[in-house]
């Protein structure tokens, strides 16, 4: 069936280095690609999103990247700050969304 | 402009006993959600309304779960009779249309012992 797989579980960086998360799919209809941030005991909420026409988005110090000939996409944020730190899902819909299991981020001051 | 409304926000059941939540969602979006996230886990749609018809209920439990979303605007989501793998924060969403930014509400957390 449909799968999104995401990468790492757990990342841990310090305050102003870059942070990485990649996601795979598997569904080749894929074609909306959103990443969500959801603070302990939030709401998740939208923090960026790509379409399968465009490579690359950025968004201040958020990008996100998708590679569709290896249903490969990866969201970017530069200059981490204490206040990035929440768990990250990405999300790949070709008409359902289907979520990777989350990165849990951490910024140390 | 008025977010995703739900309640109630906590409830606690025994197993076996059957529970209702409700899900008012943004003014104007014809798409509704319903996704159960399990702690520890990225959410999982259940049913996804468009208007007042359902466009995907495949991973719904129909056994034990049931949503309705009469006139295309409220819809109520109900568990009878609950599980304890049923206990989880369960999340409506909505959006203009469909594969469009989904708006979520801030859960009903279910505990079920």
């Known amino acids: 069936g449909e799968n999104v797989e995401q990468h790492p579980s757990t990342l841990s960086v310090q305050e102003g280095d870059s942070a990485v998360i990649k996601c795979t799919y598997s569904?080749?209809?894929?074609?909306?690609f959103p990443w969500y941030k959801q603070e302990l005991g939030k709401r998740p909420q939208l923090i960026i999103d790509?379409?399968?026409?465009?490579g690359e988005k950025k968004d201040q110090r958020i990008a996100v990247t998708l590679n569709k000939t290896a249903k490969h996409f990866s969201l970017h944020i530069t200059e981490t700050q204490p206040e990035d730190s929440a768990v990250y899902f990405c999300?790949?819909?070709?008409?359902?969304?289907?979520f990777g299991a989350g990165t849990r981020l951490a910024v140390h001051p | 402009e008025a977010g995703v409304a739900q309640s109630p926000r906590y409830k606690i059941i025994e197993k076996r006993q059957s529970v209702a939540f409700w899900c008012n969602p943004i003014?104007?979006?014809?798409?509704l959600y319903w996704y159960q996230q399990i702690l520890g886990q990225g959410p999982k749609l259940l049913i996804q309304?468009?208007?007042?018809?359902?466009?995907?209920d495949s991973q719904l439990p129909k056994d034990r779960f049931s949503a309705e979303r009469l006139k295309g605007v409220d819809s109520t989501l109900k568990i009878q009779p609950a599980k304890l793998e049923d206990s989880a924060v369960y999340l409506c969403?909505?959006?203009?249309?469909?594969?469009?930014?989904?708006?979520f509400g801030p859960g009903t957390r279910l505990t079920v012992t």
């Open positions: 969403a909505s959006s203009l249309v469909v594969m469009d930014e989904q708006y």
């Open positions: 569904d080749s209809a894929s074609n909306y």
């Open positions: 790509i379409r399968s026409n465009v």
């Open positions: 999300a790949a819909s070709g008409g359902r969304l289907i």
């Open positions: 003014s104007g979006h014809a798409t």
């Open positions: 309304f468009q208007n007042n018809g359902v466009v995907d």
